[in-house]
Protein backbone atom coordinates (compact mmCIF):
# COMPACT_ATOMS: atom_id res chain seq x y z
CA UNK A 1 0.00 0.00 0.00
CA UNK A 2 1.53 3.22 -0.67
CA UNK A 3 1.49 6.19 1.53
CA UNK A 4 2.90 9.32 2.03
CA UNK A 5 2.38 11.05 5.32
CA UNK A 6 3.15 15.00 6.07
CA UNK A 7 4.09 16.34 9.06
CA UNK A 8 6.43 19.30 10.96
CA UNK A 9 4.18 21.79 10.18
CA UNK A 10 3.14 24.65 13.08
CA UNK A 11 2.95 27.74 14.12
CA UNK A 12 6.25 30.32 13.67
CA UNK A 13 6.23 33.70 13.94
CA UNK A 14 7.01 35.86 9.98
CA UNK A 15 10.90 35.48 9.26
CA UNK A 16 11.15 31.75 11.35
CA UNK A 17 11.90 28.08 9.82
CA UNK A 18 10.22 25.42 9.54
CA UNK A 19 11.43 21.25 8.11
CA UNK A 20 8.41 19.60 6.71
CA UNK A 21 8.69 15.84 6.24
CA UNK A 22 7.10 13.29 4.30
CA UNK A 23 7.31 9.53 4.89
CA UNK A 24 6.81 7.43 2.10
CA UNK A 25 6.21 4.05 1.91
CA UNK A 26 4.77 1.37 -0.33
CA UNK A 27 6.91 2.40 -3.33
CA UNK A 28 10.54 2.99 -4.89
CA UNK A 29 11.82 6.82 -4.91
CA UNK A 30 13.56 6.12 -8.12
CA UNK A 31 9.82 4.88 -9.86
CA UNK A 32 8.71 8.61 -8.45
CA UNK A 33 8.93 12.10 -8.56
CA UNK A 34 7.85 13.61 -5.25
CA UNK A 35 6.29 17.20 -4.72
CA UNK A 36 5.64 19.66 -2.25
CA UNK A 37 2.17 21.77 -2.39
CA UNK A 38 0.02 23.84 -0.53
CA UNK A 39 -3.31 25.73 -0.41
CA UNK A 40 -4.11 28.67 1.49
CA UNK A 41 -7.45 29.64 2.86
CA UNK A 42 -9.84 30.31 -0.11
CA UNK A 43 -7.15 29.61 -2.59
CA UNK A 44 -7.02 26.88 -4.98
CA UNK A 45 -3.63 24.36 -4.12
CA UNK A 46 -0.33 25.49 -5.52
CA UNK A 47 2.79 23.84 -6.52
CA UNK A 48 5.96 24.80 -3.82
CA UNK A 49 8.52 22.55 -5.22
CA UNK A 50 9.31 18.53 -6.83
CA UNK A 51 12.60 16.48 -6.82
CA UNK A 52 13.44 12.94 -8.69
CA UNK A 53 15.93 11.12 -6.93
CA UNK A 54 16.63 9.05 -10.42
CA UNK A 55 17.75 12.21 -12.35
CA UNK A 56 18.90 14.44 -8.89
CA UNK A 57 16.59 17.12 -10.28
CA UNK A 58 14.82 19.67 -8.28
CA UNK A 59 12.45 22.22 -9.05
CA UNK A 60 11.25 25.59 -6.97
CA UNK A 61 8.39 27.83 -7.89
CA UNK A 62 9.06 31.53 -8.04
CA UNK A 63 7.62 32.75 -3.87
CA UNK A 64 10.06 29.68 -3.05
CA UNK A 65 13.13 29.72 -5.03
CA UNK A 66 15.94 31.03 -2.30
CA UNK A 67 13.89 30.63 1.11
CA UNK A 68 13.26 26.73 0.34
CA UNK A 69 15.27 23.44 -0.24
CA UNK A 70 14.08 20.28 -1.11
CA UNK A 71 16.19 17.41 -0.13
CA UNK A 72 15.37 13.33 -0.09
CA UNK A 73 16.96 10.40 2.15
CA UNK A 74 16.49 7.50 0.87
CA UNK A 75 17.47 5.38 3.79
CA UNK A 76 14.81 7.37 5.79
CA UNK A 77 12.69 7.26 3.05
CA UNK A 78 11.81 10.77 3.54
CA UNK A 79 11.22 14.18 1.52
CA UNK A 80 12.27 17.25 3.35
CA UNK A 81 11.27 20.71 2.72
CA UNK A 82 13.43 22.91 4.45
CA UNK A 83 11.60 26.46 4.41
CA UNK A 84 12.95 29.47 6.28
CA UNK A 85 12.35 33.57 5.91
CA UNK A 86 8.26 32.55 6.11
CA UNK A 87 6.22 35.04 5.87
CA UNK A 88 2.34 35.17 6.50
CA UNK A 89 1.93 34.50 2.90
CA UNK A 90 3.17 31.25 3.49
CA UNK A 91 0.37 30.01 5.62
CA UNK A 92 -1.29 26.95 4.11
CA UNK A 93 -2.28 23.44 4.06
CA UNK A 94 1.23 21.79 3.06
CA UNK A 95 0.96 18.08 0.97
CA UNK A 96 2.87 16.61 -0.19
CA UNK A 97 2.63 14.01 -3.64
CA UNK A 98 4.10 11.29 -5.72
CA UNK A 99 3.95 10.86 -9.58
CA UNK A 100 5.28 7.82 -11.13
CA UNK A 101 7.97 8.04 -13.58
CA UNK A 102 7.58 11.94 -12.95
CA UNK A 103 10.20 14.29 -13.59
CA UNK A 104 10.96 17.20 -11.58
CA UNK A 105 10.24 20.01 -13.75
CA UNK A 106 8.13 23.26 -14.13
CA UNK A 107 5.20 21.40 -15.49
CA UNK A 108 5.60 18.97 -12.89
CA UNK A 109 2.99 20.46 -10.97
CA UNK A 110 0.15 20.50 -13.48
CA UNK A 111 0.54 16.60 -13.54
CA UNK A 112 -2.42 14.93 -12.07
CA UNK A 113 -0.71 13.06 -9.01
CA UNK A 114 -0.61 9.52 -8.47
CA UNK A 115 -0.90 9.60 -4.84
CA UNK A 116 -1.46 12.44 -1.80
CA UNK A 117 -0.56 12.20 1.46
CA UNK A 118 -2.68 14.04 4.03
CA UNK A 119 -1.85 17.53 4.71
CA UNK A 120 0.02 19.59 7.57
CA UNK A 121 -0.92 23.39 8.11
CA UNK A 122 1.93 25.82 8.68
CA UNK A 123 0.80 29.36 10.40
CA UNK A 124 2.94 32.05 10.11
CA UNK A 125 2.18 35.63 12.19
CA UNK A 126 3.19 38.69 11.42
Known amino acids: EVQLQASGGGLVQAGGSLRLSCVVSGFSFDDYAIGWFHQAPGKEREGVSCISSSEGMTDYVDSARGRFTITLDKAKRTVYLQMKSLEPEDTAVYYC???????????????????WGKGTLVTVSS
Open 97 to 115: AALFIGQCHPDFYSYDMHY
